[in-house]
């Protein structure tokens, strides 16, 4: 592994998470997920993505869904105690999280937001988020990510 740490990696070592850390070839431009999963030669059902939307409320809220699906937007909403959700502009992220597109962690943003996890998270051994940079992932245990992110789990994703 390359040794220069995200902000991620540093939070997980602050809680005494243990996590492997992966790194694929890159360039400026996000990778999606399905890519990803595909160059680090990991199951695609464990790679999540991690999502930030505003709730009709005005509060935001973060979503982490595996890479091949997408967010159910009704379900996110009911999730997130919300009558309804829309994903943020690509152009709020940075500001919001302190993440690009393509490097956003559930883990270490700027604030802590609510946050809720696709719950086919609770069938894997392991999840793969992203690092908070692009080209880097963690794996950890699901239950550890839970509890960091005090996430809670729902169904969130499309049929």
Not at 4 to 13: P, Q
Not at 67 to 92: M, R
Not at 116 to 144: H, L, R
């Amino acid at each position: 592994m390359a040794s220069d740490k995200t902000n991620v990696m540093r939070v997980l070592e602050q809680h005494k998470i243990a996590y492997t850390a992966h790194e694929y070839p890159h360039g400026k431009e996000a990778v999606d997920g399905v890519s990803v999963s595909k160059l680090l030669g990991l199951n695609v059902d464990q790679v999540f993505k991690t999502l930030v939307a505003r709730g009709r409320s005005g509060s935001f809220h973060v979503f982490v869904i595996p890479v091949a699906k997408e967010l159910d937007l009704k379900k996110a909403a009911k999730a997130a105690g919300e009558k309804s959700v829309e994903l943020v502009h690509v152009k709020e992220l940075l500001g919001l999280t302190g993440y690009v597109r393509g490097g956003c962690s559930p883990v270490g943003m700027k604030k802590a937001f609510a946050t809720v996890f696709d719950e086919s998270v609770n069938t894997i051994p392991t999840v793969i988020v992203s690092a908070g940079k692009i080209g880097y992932q963690i794996e950890c245990a699901p239950a550890d990510l839970i509890a960091l992110t005090r996430a809670k789990t729902a169904p969130i994703t499309t049929d």
